[in-house]
């Protein structure tokens, strides 16, 4: 088994890839261009949500995220309610999304939910893919021994914090990563997608077989309304403080 990750990018999709401990990357404009061999050798994991919450459903594992994360709480989003999530009028999912929960949603959501209502018909269309939410902050504090981190992503100190994280446990990251931003034009691939990417790949393939722990859905709720499962993956720690 090999392992990847995934980030959404301006291009589309930021994927990374480690291969017998050599990493390469390649962008794809949407899910379906994904080549078949990557897709059946690699266990993924992805920077977006899987599993909806609805009417009926609760997902209730965004606000664990928030306390595990701690100064980068902010960095959880609450995902739409499905019944927004398949609205593709911006007006009319806020509207449904406000009726059934009591909450709105922010433009930032709404400009990211295409991404996730591809994701989301992907994995309904493809359910035997290896395919797991993840998130990149809480990967980036598993790798820094489980310790906050001190700086933001958008941030020159952040993005060199966080390369150097992922330098004590692969040298070979640094390079990969300065390769990608000469060969990679900014209006396709942000430095932060990037990063993003190239973290889950490494802390998933750190994880292997006996490492990966899973941020769970409260009981109750294990699958959504179309029967996906709710949960976030993420390496162990191998520190705590």
Not at 105 to 119: F, G, H, V, Y
Not at 133 to 150: G, Q
Request: charged content about 30%; glycine content about 4%; overall charge positive.
């Amino acid at each position: 088994m090999n392992f990847a990750g995934i980030d959404g990018c301006p291009f589309g999709w930021f994927c990374v890839q480690i291969e017998n401990k050599r990493f390469t990357c390649f962008l794809v404009e949407n899910l379906s261009q994904l080549p078949s061999g990557f897709l059946s050798n690699n266990r993924i994991w992805i920077d977006m949500p899987i599993g909806f919450a609805s009417k009926n459903i609760k997902r209730s594992l965004d606000a664990k995220l928030r306390k595990k994360l701690g100064n980068k709480s902010s960095s959880v989003f609450t995902p739409p309610l499905r019944e927004a999530l398949n609205e593709n009028n911006k007006k009319a999912a806020k509207s449904i999304n406000k009726d059934i929960s009591g909450k709105s949603l922010s433009e930032q959501i709404l400009n990211i939910m295409p991404k996730m209502r591809e994701l989301d018909n992907f994995l309904q269309q493809y359910p035997e893919h290896n395919i797991f939410e993840s998130h990149p902050e809480l990967n980036f504090k598993s790798l820094n021994k489980n310790r906050d981190l001190n700086t933001k992503k958008g941030k020159k100190s952040g993005f060199k914090q966080r390369l150097e994280i992922l330098s004590k446990h692969n040298s070979k990251i640094p390079a990969f990563v300065e390769n990608v931003l000469k060969q990679e034009l900014r209006k396709n691939v942000k430095k932060d997608d990037i990063l993003d990417a190239s973290c889950l790949a490494l802390a998933n393939y750190l994880a292997g077989e006996n490492n990966v722990y899973f941020i769970e859905n409260d009981p109750e709720f294990p699958v959504d309304d179309c029967g996906i499962r709710i949960r976030v993956a993420y390496l162990k720690p191998k520190f705590r403080f």
